[in-house]
C-alpha cells in the first residue's frame, strides 16, 4: 500500500497526503489572511488531486508548482 503525507510550508502551509488512486490537501491557515487588491479570499477546505500514476507525486507536483496542469500524472 502506498500512503504519504507532509506538512507543505512553501504553499501556504498546507498539508497533503495521498494514496496509490488519489491526492488531498488541506489549506493551511495562511491562505485565509487577507487577500491582495484585485484577488479574491480562499478560506479553509480540503482539495481533492487525481491521479493517473499509482506512485507518490505531491513532492513533485509542489516542487513544479503546476499542480493545475495535467502533466500526465493527473492534476488538481
Known amino acids: 500500500a502506498i500512503c504519504a503525507?507532509?506538512?507543505?510550508?512553501?504553499?501556504?502551509?498546507?498539508?497533503a497526503w495521498e494514496n496509490a488512486r488519489m491526492?488531498?490537501?488541506?489549506?493551511g491557515p495562511?491562505?485565509?489572511?487577507?487577500?491582495?487588491?484585485g484577488e479574491g479570499?480562499?478560506?479553509?477546505?480540503v482539495d481533492v488531486w487525481c491521479k493517473r500514476v499509482r506512485h507518490p507525486?505531491?513532492?513533485a507536483w509542489y516542487k513544479s508548482g503546476k499542480y493545475h496542469e495535467d502533466q500526465g500524472e493527473g492534476c488538481d
Open 30 to 37: 495562511k491562505v485565509s489572511e487577507p487577500a491582495p487588491a
Open 57 to 59: 507525486v505531491i513532492d
Open 23 to 27: 491526492a488531498y490537501r488541506v489549506y
Open 41 to 45: 479570499l480562499v478560506s479553509s477546505g
Open 5 to 15: 503525507g507532509r506538512y507543505v510550508p512553501e504553499r501556504m502551509d498546507d498539508y
